[in-house]
Structures are given as C-alpha cells and as structure tokens.
C-alpha cells in the first residue's frame, strides 16, 4: 500500500450494524482507515452506536465528530423536515470541518453520505481536493410503466422528478458538482446527471458492500438443498420495487412446477393492493407475504430460495440484490439502475424493460427457465457468490478507493487531471 493520507469524510448517515446509508457510511469509514488517518463528521444521533463499536476497535486509526442542528429531534420529525435537515447539516457541517482543517490541514475530503446527487456538499468548498460519492438518485421508472400506477404512485413520482430538478437548479448543488475532482456514480443515469451540472471527471461505482464475515455467513446457507422451488422478492411493498410485476410474471408461468411459490417478505402501503392482484390472480394459495423482519432474519430466508426476483423500477443500489448473489442465489432483476449494474448474464437475468407486459413475459419465462435447469441455477448462483468476493467485499472497496486517492493526489498535484473511467 502506498502513502497514508489525512481524509475527512462526510456520513451524514453512519452506523455500524445496519443496512443501507448509515451502514454504508460506516463501512466506508471503518474500512478507509484500515489505510489512511481517517476523520468522520456525522450526526449526534450515531454517537451511541459509534462508540461502542470504537471501543471494540481501539486500534484503528478513526477519529469521529458529531455535529447537529439545534433542535433537530423536534423539527426532523415533520414531513419533508429530513430534507430540510440534511441542508442545514451540511452547511454547518462545513463551519465545523473548516476549524478542523486548520488544525489537521487534511489532504482530502470525501463525502459518503447521503447518497444523493441533488443535494449539496459543502464540504467541497474547503481548500483541499474533493471527492463525491457514490451517489446517486438520477433514476425513473421508465414511462411506459407508469401506466400500472395508482394516483398517489403517479403524484409521488412526479414530486421527486420535480424535486431533483430544483436541486439541480441549486447553485450550491452546481458548485458541488464543478469543485469534485472526482465523482462517482451508482449508475449510468446519475452519471448523465452529474455531467450536466458540470462534473468533469465522471466514474460508475455502485455505492454498496459487504463484510467479509457477511459473504462467509451468506455463502453457508447454501450449505443443504432446496426442498422447494421457491422464489423470493425482498424490500418495502411500495409502487416501484414493481412487485406487482413479479406476481404477475409467477402467475403467466404456466410451466412451472404446480408446487413452486413465490414469497414476498416485507411491508409497506401496497401490501394490501399485492394481496388482491395474487388472488385476482389465482395464485394465492402459492404466494406467502411476511411482515417486515429484522435484516438477520431476512438473510436467513435466502437460504430456502431458488431465485431472487427484484423488479425495481428506480433504484441506485438493489443491497438485496448483492446479498442473494453472495448467497449463491441468481438474480430476477430489470435492465434499470443499480440492481442492473450488480447482476451480469453469468449470475442471473437481466430483464429489459419496454413494457409491463414485456417485462412479465420476460421474467415469467426467466422463472420457468431456472426451475426447470437447477443445474444452470446453481452455476448462476456460484457465479454470483464469486463476483461479490471479487468485486463488492469491503475490503476491495476499500483498497479500490485508497488507491484512487492515492492517483488523485500524485499523478497531478493540483488534481485537476482527468482519471479515465475504470
């Protein structure tokens, strides 16, 4: 490894133990400081979790500053108020880690999270490099699919196209964007995005990982066969995870065995509207919905699974997707956003999205193929265990992102070269 730097990150959302932003947050971080002096400033909230976890890791050369908005747990609470948070963290974010860089004088600064590019990192306006992301945030259902939507899911989606143009109309957001000397992106369509508010130096890297002791725990559950040819969609029952169109393509595969089923694990408002079309459908009797788990218990559920169907309409990452792969299980996704930067032809199906009804012809013929070639399943599934190995434990990435500082800070010393994408 090569020189250690002095970074500041910034993780709004950071905590150890969880999914999602606060985990990816915290990952980053523990991981970066495997190789470089790392500083993290994060919200006030994450002290208790961070603490105790540092206390585990007192070796690690990780120092961590909380920092919060006045009255936060009153206001944050309102509807929309986390946004509004997130702003005003950010800027006050910066007042507090320019004192610190007049102490430290950091060789760089790095923000992680949120992952989202219509939002503004002031940090950016510190007199060192910058590096943004992965973020992401820059995709949509394609349109031909809003034509399943209900009213509410129609006005949601019109309210976020709506509110990412106002935040690429944020001049701060523009500013963030010209003063990164590297950006990532979790996707091709954020790529786009980032180009047009004036990145010069654009990469796609999907924001998400694993522990090593996660790809070990995944990978055992595929320790004893499958008794039943099971498939499995896992998230929050909302319009554009496009569950509907998985039990719609379960129901029109007609060739599978009359013992298959489709399991649906999780909760949220289209419980109910799921639960009409599965026997609208007349596949009841074959389709089980669990309430919501705890994220242990959810990857305990992959090991019964033949196959991990995730018909996500917008997405920058698809954590489900990478979790079912590193459990040797093949992938049922759409061609859109992260799901489909993660899954290749060689560890699952890549599904194009023209249409609703192509897409559940698609998938319908996708489930029929795999439970009735388990040899081919099980190839996909080894594939995909050996692609999160190689490419999404956070070792690499941590090793992936040192050594673009390091090529950030010696190739150029004013870090204005342009990197060509990886």
């Known amino acids: 490894m090569g020189q ?20 990816i947050g915290w990952e980053v971080a523990r991981e970066l400081a495997q190789h470089h002096q790392v500083w993290v400033l994060t919200r006030e909230n994450n002290r208790p979790a961070i603490q105790a976890e540092l206390e585990k890791l007192s070796a690690l050369s990780l120092q961590v500053v909380f920092h919060d908005v006045f009255g936060s747990h009153l206001w944050r609470q309102a ?37 989202r590019y219509a939002a503004p990192s002031f940090l950016s306006l510190l007199p060192i490099p910058f590096i943004w992301g992965p973020v992401g945030g820059g995709e949509s259902a394609p349109p031909a699919f809003w034509q399943d939507f209900n009213l509410h899911a129609k006005m949601y989606e019109s309210l976020r196209s709506l509110a990412r143009r106002l935040g690429e109309w944020d001049p701060f957001v523009r500013m963030t964007a010209r003063r990164s000397v590297l950006s ?35 990978a055992q559950s595929r320790d004893r066969p499958n008794q039943t040819i099971r498939f499995i969609s896992i998230g929050r029952l909302l319009h554009w995870k496009g569950f509907h169109l998985g039990l719609r393509a379960f129901a029109q595969a007609e060739l599978l065995p009359p013992e298959s089923e489709y399991w649906i694990l999780g909760d949220g408002p289209e419980r109910n509207a799921l639960e009409k079309l599965a026997h609208s459908l007349g596949v009841m009797h074959r389709v089980k919905f669990c309430n919501k788990l705890p994220r242990s218990e959810v990857l305990i559920f992959l090991q019964d699974g ?19 792969m590193a459990a040797g299980l093949p992938v049922i996704c759409l061609d ?24 559940v012809t698609d998938m319908a013929k996708s489930m029929t193929h795999l439970a009735n070639n388990p040899t081919i399943a099980r190839q996909l599934g080894q594939a995909g ?14 090793t992936l992102l040192t050594d673009q500082y390091e090529a950030l800070l010696q190739r150029n010393p004013d870090c204005k070269s342009k990197i060509q994408p990886a």
């Open 79 to 115: 509807p929309g108020g986390v946004y509004l948070h997130y702003y005003l963290w950010q800027i006050g974010a910066y007042f507090v880690a320019r004192k610190l860089h007049q102490q430290i004088q950091f060789d760089l600064a790095h923000h992680v999270t949120y992952v």
């Open 4 to 23: 250690t730097f002095k970074v500041l990150i910034s993780a709004y959302a950071c905590r150890p133990g969880e999914g999602s932003e606060p985990g």
């Open 336 to 359: 859109l956003g992260g799901p489909a930067l993660l899954v290749t032809p060689e560890t699952g199906i890549k599904v194009p999205a023209h249409s609703p009804e192509q897409a």
């Open 184 to 218: 990532w992106a979790t996707t091709s369509d954020t790529a786009k995005r980032l180009q047009a508010l004036g990145t010069s130096n654009v990469q796609v890297l999907s924001q998400l990982g694993l522990s090593n002791i996660e790809i070990r725990q995944l």
């Open 385 to 398: 265990q050996q692609r999160t190995q190689e490419l999404f434990s956070w070792t690499v990435k941590g």
């Open 306 to 324: 033949l196959a991990l169907v995730h018909p996500s309409l917008h997405e920058s990452g698809g954590m489900v997707c990478l979790e079912a």
